[in-house]
């Protein structure tokens, strides 16, 4: 009995010396940490991704030092100089992540390109055929093909239901970027060309296209990549479907018909410009 008795004694002091400790020990330390300051870089104008950042575009400010993510920046001269390798807003932190000792490559997407995609441009040859000037990076499109042959068909083939858009091109050849505000309150010129990810087969069709009708562009989709690569993946079966034959280069269903001057998709004659227009009636 008295054994316990002693066991409670102890425990409690224990509890009251882990309370003062607390008490009189964590707690101020605690506090402190949540009151002390330190200077942070902020960003005070928007930075686009690949710009290099000056000093105009920064500021130091006194913040919170508790809890800061581990990677902020903490002076100036970490970040003058160097190149956004995303977006940042005003009022933004400036993380080392999101900072690059060299410049980013002019038109990075077309760096991605792997040997089985092609990057092609086709001409907007009017206002509506670009969707009035609103098609971005991303956006998920199919392809109309009008004033096609002798009889102008419009046609929507099969292999152009579903193109991914890799870049919006001006006269100047700039790339356009529709969250951009336009400087010293000018227009922004619109898009005069779109390049679209495309393959081989895909590519060819175009280029033929191009020159023997014009193409309009319909959005179907815009939003997140994985649903996009939804799309893209049913073109991809249409395709497999279409051209079931592999061989180096260009493939096709017929390298005879092809080497003789038939053109894909058969949109130089009349009969094969029908069976277009009868097969997007179908879908």
């Known amino acids: 009995m008295k054994n316990l008795l002693k ?44 710009d290099q950042i000056t000093a105009g575009q920064i500021c130091t400010v006194e913040a919170g030092g508790y809890n800061l993510p581990f990677d902020v920046v903490y002076k100036k001269e970490d970040v003058v100089g160097k190149y956004a390798n995303a977006d940042l807003y005003k009022g933004d932190y400036i993380l080392k992540t999101k900072l690059s000792d060299t410049p980013m490559l002019k038109n990075e997407y077309l760096s991605k390109l792997n040997g089985e995609n092609r990057a092609i441009s086709i001409t907007i040859k009017s206002f509506a055929a670009g969707l009035s000037g609103k098609l971005e990076r991303g956006d998920i499109v199919s ?12 046609l929507i083939p099969t292999e152009l239901q579903y193109i991914e858009i890799i870049a ?14 336009p400087k010293d309150d000018r227009d922004t010129e619109l ?16 280029a033929e296209l191009e020159q023997t009708g014009k193409l309009h562009a319909a959005l179907v989709y815009r939003g997140s990549t994985e649903n996009a690569q939804k799309f893209l993946n ?9 051209y079931p034959v592999k061989s ?18 058969g949109i130089s004659s009349d009969d094969t410009a029908e069976s277009g227009t009868e097969s997007a009636g179908q879908e």
Not at 143 to 154: F, H, M, N, P, Q
Not at 168 to 181: A, I, M, Y
Not at 234 to 242: H, I, Y
Not at 248 to 265: F, I, K, M, Q, R
Request: hydrophobic share 40%; proline share 3%.
């Open 7 to 50: 066991n409670r004694i102890v425990v409690g002091l224990l509890c009251i010396i882990t309370a003062l400790l607390i008490c009189f020990g964590l707690t101020p330390m605690f506090n402190d940490a949540l009151k002390s300051k330190v200077e942070l870089v902020r960003v005070t104008t928007e930075i686009k991704k690949g």
């Open 168 to 181: 919006t091109t001006d006269s100047s050849g700039n790339d356009r970027n529709l969250q951009e505000q």
């Open 143 to 154: 392809l109309i093909a009008s004033d096609v042959g002798e009889t102008r068909k419009t």
């Open 248 to 265: 180096e280069g260009l493939t096709y269903e017929s390298e005879d018909n092809h080497s003789a001057g038939a053109s894909p998709a």
């Open 234 to 242: 049913e073109q991809m079966k249409v395709l497999e479907a279409l």
């Open 191 to 206: 898009a005069s060309t779109i390049t679209i990810l495309a393959t081989p087969e895909q590519a060819t069709l175009l």
